[in-house]
């Protein structure tokens, strides 16, 4: 072979290295390490060009590594499912079905999984009760290999390698939803070939190619003759890590801008508000199971928060009697000790009706999007902190199918144009509806929204109707990003967060 072959100078330097051992596979980062070329990039771009012209020959390996999944996670510190359960039936006198379902060791949504995993293991349900079995230790050994498994994957934070997990084991967990996960990692080789061992340097000549255009060359004329180095649009190649807004707020940003490009206006209100704002304004009676020390954070410090007693008064009234808005209001006794206590608002409702009683005769638009509190556990659709997009439109003449429309018109433009709304109940609203969005073929509750009733709006001295409504921003998130548990969005999981598109 006599003919010229041309190279650029990362190719030359590169073939240089791979000769210099005859059946040394090289990798990018020896190969990096010994031309000095400190971006990957280029080896992988000169290691391709060499493998064209038949100078070397590449291979690509893949390893699969297995981490825990958020399932996984969740398993590894509070036990599997099925460990869960199986202690619950050695230890309990009741195994029942019944007295599962009333006990708190696993969550609802998880008991039937949680049944088809002890059936798997040979524990059976006769008469509506489970069974402990003969092979009481066969059990306790699957159980421990299962937990054993979890261990080893967790004790590496890159993975485990395939290969050195046990199959079976491997193939069990991969069936099981979130529990394990995998990450690909590609190695690529070189090694030479007889066509590119026997080549001689003064066969070798160099060629330079453009790779970058910048405006000197193009101020000047040697780009005219020049040879640029083309692009290979099929190469792999890293993904650029750039900093980025986390998905959630990238979400609220989106659906700001839906408001204000639909005419509304954007309000803001405290965390900490009084029982009376939170509840008592929007008629909801005092008596109200909501407003239970388990469903409301109470706070202790402040206790409590003054109100003007002409508003509590006129609270007063329209509980006790309806005042004069021509309702009979709940009975009972109104207490201004209860209005008047502090806590975490329940809802951003809060904030719509402080706006109302500030400007009770002004037409508005007004939305806003805010974090409440509930006193709830946490699962997977769950949190005791979440947001709500809260808005309301107060105008004379303000009408049902003007609120239906509105709604409607967001979750179009967000994206869901299937919307259908539902006869509901709230204390503070008459007609209530439940906004549903249809995705993936299922109909999914997103929200409220209703008119004010009187007794919510005259009190304030507003007289135009109110239509208001609240709706879950998680649980659109949940939608928008694909997922199937909400803990996801806050457990800065830094791979998920890498991968997340910029919405
Ligand atoms: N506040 C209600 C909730 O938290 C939603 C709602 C807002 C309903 C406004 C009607 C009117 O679920």
Redesign the pocket.
Known sequence: MNMAVELNNPEKRVLGVIQSDDNKNWTVEELSKLTKFEDQAIIVGAGQGLFEKGLVKGTETKKVFWKLGIEGVNAYTNGLLEQKLWEWVLNSKDTSMKSLQSSSIVEKHEIGIGVGLLKSLGIKLENGSFVIPENKNEINSILNERKQFLNKIQSSERGILENNLNEGLLNHFKKRKNLISSVEDITRTWIITSDGKYISSEQLEEKVLIAEITPELLQGDSWKNAEFKPYDVSLESSTPLTGKPHPMQSLIERIRSIFLEMGFTEIEGNYVQTAGWNMDALFIPQDHPAREMQDTFYLSNPKTIPIEDKMLEQWKSIHEYGGDTGSIGWGGEFSKDIAQRGLLR??T?VNTVKYISENPNDPCRVFGIGRVFRNESIDRTHLPEFH?I?GIIMEPGANLPMLVTTLKTFYEKMGYPEVRVRPAY?P??EP?LEIEVKWRGQWLEL????IFRPEVTEPLGCSSPVL???MGLERLAMLVLGLDDIRQLYISDLEWLKSQPVL
Request: glycine share 24%.
């Open positions: 329940t809802h409702t709500q809260e709230f503070y609203t209530s929200g409220g929204a209703g208001a409504w609240g």
